[in-house]
């Protein structure tokens, strides 16, 4: 650790601490945590954020949805409003979130719900669609009121949950034990190419339960695709250079994947989840009016595209170049075949008929 972490460590098991009082809570019941009996999969980390969540429900959802009726529900990190919204293509980012109106606008089938009550969400969802088969809880790993039936654990393979510690000293929400309440633990946004070594020696860091399976993923990116819808802007075949507008926990992977697309970049970074402003948008063109060349674009995050297609901003960027990257994730190997079999027969312990 750094001088620093040290000096944050004595708050960093004190915040632990709190937090195991509430896990025992639960465990021993004093706390109730319901399970319904509908098939719930959650997807969550241990850490605060930047495992790619996000992409892994998408995943999920393009495996179920061809046979099943599926629903998200996540607390819409972000958004303006408050309790129970069924989402729909006339939402916006301040009523439904960011990741929640990327679901909305990838997928026509499903139904994207937001609750910051998990609880309450799936009663409504429920109560709302009888015939749902599905419900994929985004981010609620430490939402101990519901007991989901399948919980998947992403850890990035940058910063393994058991390299790490608690905040403010590391990014974990709880200590690492509570990685045992996971039924799958996926290392997310591992090399494309990645050896049987690295493999072992992080399930061999990772130490995972008799119960607990470990699989590989990693991420894809598709061809830059214009903010704006109707826009004549065409992604250049030769660029000098990009300017690459992010919005997110971690941009080093995305940074590498945009770097082979030019000769030069210049980084504009904000925070997670960041409300763009007219003045951001200004400071945006300024920065990429001062980039000395005419083969220029600017690339962003599928996500920040969503705070970025707005009634309000969407005019004072319609001049300018911008385009966003779409991503996926894929798994390793064999690891697809397997993760995908064990969901399945998960589902299918809840599904009537296929």
Known sequence: ??????????????????????????DLKILPSVRFDKAIISVGNLSMGGTGKTPHIEYLIRLLDPSCSVATLSRGYGRESKGFIIGSRRSNVKYIGDE?????????????????????????????????????????????YVRPGLSILLTSSSRL??????????????FRQGAKRADIIVVTKTPKIFSPISRR????????????????????????????????AVFPVKLINILLLTGIAEHGLLQEHVERL??????????DHHAFTGTDI???????????????VI????????RLRTSELSPL?????????????????????????????????????L
């Open 100 to 144: 929640p109106l990327q679901l909305i606008r990838k997928f026509s089938n499903i139904k994207v719900a937001v609750d910051e009550n998990r609880k309450r969400g799936i009663i409504s969802l429920i109560s709302k669609y009888e015939n749902l088969d599905v419900i994929l809880l985004d981010d609620a790993f430490q939402h101990r």
């Open 1 to 26: 650790m750094q001088l620093f972490q040290y000096i944050l460590y004595p708050f960093s098991l004190l915040y632990g601490f709190v937090m195991q009082v509430r896990n025992l809570l639960f």
């Open 299 to 306: 690339i962003t995050t599928e996500k920040d595209a969503m």
């Open 161 to 174: 949950f058991c390299d790490d510690h608690v905040v403010p000293s590391g990014t974990l929400r709880e």
């Open 317 to 353: 960027l319609k001049h300018l170049p911008v385009f966003y990257l779409p991503i996926s994730i894929e798994f390793h190997g064999k690891d697809k075949e397997i993760f995908d079999k064990q969901v399945w027969s998960f589902v299918h312990r809840y599904k009537r008929s």
């Open 282 to 296: 200004a400071e945006i063109e300024s920065k990429f009016n001062d980039i000395p060349s005419q083969k220029k």
């Open 262 to 271: 030019c000769s030069d970049i210049v980084l504009m970074r904000f925070r």
């Open 201 to 232: 020696r992080m399930i061999e860091e990772i130490s995972p339960r008799k119960h607990q399976q470990v699989f590989f993923s990693y991420i894809t990116y598709g061809k830059p695709v214009p903010l704006l819808e109707n826009s004549p």
